[in-house]
């Protein structure tokens, strides 16, 4: 079975001179590894220092070159004087460079160390062999950077570890050794807390300043970078032009560390590429597809992507077939559902908890299309349907049945999102005579056993050690950056579904319906394909493979590019998935 996270151990480090040189201002922190090799200088994020380049410093080294790892002031080891004179993270690298009589180098930069690098290479060009910009920050001073800024970033008062913005859910949530150490850097890199931040260069950066960059550039991401996203990277490729282009598997700003393996194939191939003043092209490789199986928590090598780039393109909502909608007559609440009929195999789908029976606007036309019957529900407390009496709640998967009777349906296939497919898993325990197949798509199910409780407890979204608390938005939580930031009028519509699915507030106090335990999971035969996006905050890959060892009928599938809501992110590849699956395990199969 997949294992939720394999760890790669910290290497052993090359041999290096470390210590302070005084650059004017201030004294900065440096370590250099030496040699006659051609020069990698690595420029951290604001949130760690010199020392998270654990990885990526042996690795350089035993290929043959000279690597070099600084902090910027204030940060690590590094004075943060004088006041009132920051001066800029580009000059500070060309002072402490002169000092350490480098000519020219490579430049790796993470997140705002990325902005330092740009910098850097825009004020002294000649000194800039390549850029490698990893979940880069640059702050561009333009509306349509500024603008996909302000859809993805976490509201200042977000009041959540670092390590929650920082590092993508698989990593966190199978990895807690590793999380435990990357928070221990950042922790050791502000001993004296954050101070003023210092401006990464002389001039503000805009397109036409970036348009001049000559320099190779190598853009790189991971797929649930929620300040760098892949829709970002490919608005940054646009006003580039000589640019790469990568998006690495399961990480997030902190592709480095959570992803070393990848992260160190493409930068070794990237500089190899360009060594001694050299240009090739990187090797031809086929673009990945829209949804991958990751049996292992190692990235493969990414595709690299060096023609043109679209931001986003979207997937206008589609005519909806007609349906008969109404209240059915259950007691003690009357359901509110909507249903295409037919003589087809049914599709009942079961809505996320930020939505309710109107979310399914890509899903409606194209299954009754392909001859389905297509039904979707709200439940209790959710859209058009009534919280009903508190000391009667019933059960979402009890509500359900009395719907499927009413309906006259026998047997059907069931597709639930996020809270759906907790109410998805508790029907399939409670009636499995009644379905066809199982899909849940970005649900952490909810099981009542202690493993599962630790993990999500590794998820650490939970305040930080304030005592205030957090405030992550609903859109921030369930769509994907990726999607917030290349599709504005996508979001604003699923955010207005969002608004109608609640109209007495956010009902969240009805049972499920069955027992969730890894008992009752084993029990299950019915086929189940748990399905999720590559950014999903909650129900990450990694908890995919963490459930795939408790199914015995089990099928696993990541959707590129998507959150929780996968099923209006990424309608087109979410239905194909389920069409697939559904198709394999009617019966007529």
């Not at 004087?81 to 002169?98: E, V």
């Not at 929650?164 to 990593?171: K, L, M, R």
């Not at 090739?280 to 673009?287: E, K, M, R």
């Not at 859209?383 to 359900?400: F, I, R």
Request: hydrophobic share 40%.
């Amino acid at each position: 079975m997949p294992d939720a996270w394999t760890n790669i151990a910290i290497p052993a480090q090359a041999a290096a001179k470390e210590g302070l040189v005084n650059i004017g201002p201030a004294r900065l922190w440096f370590w250099d590894t030496g040699g006659k090799g051609e020069v990698v200088v690595l420029n951290h994020s604001d949130a760690q220092s010199s020392e998270c380049w654990k990885y990526q410093q042996p690795v350089l080294a035993k290929a043959g070159y000279r690597v070099i790892g600084w902090s910027r002031r204030g940060t690590f080891r590094s004075e943060r004087r004088p006041q009132g004179n920051p001066g800029t993270g580009s000059a500070d690298l060309a002072r402490l460079l002169d000092l350490l009589k480098v000519d020219a180098c490579h430049l790796v930069g993470s997140a705002e160390g990325a902005a330092v690098a740009v910098h850097f290479a825009l004020e002294h060009p000649a000194r800039a062999r390549s850029l490698l910009l990893s979940g880069g920050r640059l702050g561009v001073a333009e509306d349509d950077y500024r603008d996909m800024d302000s859809r993805t970033r976490l509201p200042a008062n977000h009041n959540t570890a670092p390590s929650f913005a920082e590092i993508g859910a698989s990593y966190r949530g199978g990895n807690p050794t590793g999380t435990k150490s990357w928070a221990e850097g950042a922790a050791a890199a502000h001993p004296a807390g954050t101070g003023p931040a210092q401006p990464a260069g002389a001039q503000p950066l805009n397109w036409a300043r970036v348009s001049g960059l000559k320099t190779p550039v190598m853009l790189l991401t991971g797929d649930c970078d929620h300040y760098s996203s892949a829709s970002q990277n490919r608005l940054i490729a646009q006003h580039l032009p000589n640019r790469e282009l990568a998006v690495i598997q399961e990480c997030s700003t902190a592709a480095y560390w959570e992803q070393p393996d990848a992260f160190n194939a493409v930068l070794l191939d990237f500089l190899r590429r360009h060594r001694g003043g050299t240009s090739l092209p990187p090797a031809s490789n086929p673009a990945p597809g829209p949804t991958y199986v990751p049996l292992t928590s190692r990235s493969p090598t990414p595709a690299i992507v060096t023609g043109p780039v679209k931001v986003w393109e979207p997937i206008p909502v589609p005519a909806q077939v007609p349906a008969k909608e109404g209240y059915a007559d259950t007691s003690p609440v009357k359901i509110w559902h909507w249903d295409t009929g037919g003589d087809g195999e049914a599709i009942v789908f079961c809505h996320p908890w930020s939505q309710s029976s109107e979310c399914w606007k890509y899903q409606q036309p194209f299954f009754a299309k392909r001859g389905y019957r297509v039904i979707g529900w709200s439940a209790r407390g959710f859209y058009k349907t009534e919280k009903g009496p508190a000391e009667n709640p019933g059960s979402s998967a009890e509500d359900l049945h009395k719907l499927m009777d009413y309906l006259k349906v026998d047997k059907f296939h069931i597709v639930g999102c996020a809270a759906g497919g907790c109410t998805t898993i508790a029907y399939a325990i409670a009636h499995p005579e009644r379905l066809h197949s199982v899909l849940v798509s970005g649900s952490i199910l909810l099981p009542t056993e202690p493993e599962y409780d630790k993990f999500m407890a590794n998820l650490g979204r939970g305040p930080a050690n304030t005592g205030a608390p957090t405030n992550v938005p609903v859109e921030f939580a369930e769509v994907g950056a990726s999607y917030r930031a290349g599709d504005p009028e996508g979001l604003a519509a699923w955010q207005a579904l969002e608004h109608i699915a609640h109209p007495g507030g956010w009902f969240t106090s009805q049972p499920w319906g069955a027992e969730r335990n890894w008992r009752t999971f084993a029990a299950m035969t019915l086929p189940i394909m748990l399905q999720t996006g590559d950014t999903d905050m909650g129900p990450s890959p990694a908890l995919m493979r963490f459930y795939t060892s408790r199914f015995p009928n089990w099928e696993m599938r990541v959707l590129r590019e998507a959150g929780h809501a996968s099923y209006w992110e990424q309608p087109e590849a979410f239905n194909a998935s389920v069409l697939d699956f559904v198709s394999r395990h009617g019966a007529k199969a």
